[in-house]
């Protein structure tokens, strides 16, 4: 059974920073690339930042920066490092695996920033 578990979320002052950790299991994490995406009330979900297989990352403008995507092969994880964060970073945060057809969702992790 695939699981990703997100943990990390809570509420933050602007400027502040978190890290999210997201934990796969039941999948080769080491074949999967890792995303991380977001959504907010009333909008749609979008890509935050995405980490290859090998490495690459690429960033949505909104937060390029600002964070950071990171992957831990050893321990099955994922990191989003979130620094100066702003109140329209706030939403829930979901954790993406994908490898050709096969594509997973963590459960989501609420951030929100305060003003």
């Known amino acids: 059974q695939v699981q990703l578990v997100e943990s990390g979320g809570g509420l933050v002052q602007s400027g502040g920073s978190l890290r999210l950790s997201c934990a796969a299991s039941?999948?080769?994490?080491?074949?999967?690339?890792m995303g991380w995406y977001r959504q907010a009330p009333g909008k749609e979900r979008e890509l935050v930042a995405a980490?290859?297989?090998?490495?690459?990352?690429r960033y949505a403008d909104s937060v390029k920066g600002r964070f950071t995507i990171s992957r831990d092969n050893a321990k099955n994880t994922v990191y989003l490092q979130m620094n100066s964060l702003k109140p329209e970073d706030t939403a829930v945060y979901y954790c993406?695996?994908?490898?050709?057809?096969?594509?997973?969702w963590g459960q989501g992790t609420q951030v929100t920033v305060s003003s």
């Open positions: 039941g999948i080769i994490f080491n074949v999967y690339a």
């Open positions: 993406n695996a994908n490898y050709f057809v096969y594509d997973y």
């Open positions: 980490i290859t297989r090998d490495g690459s990352t």
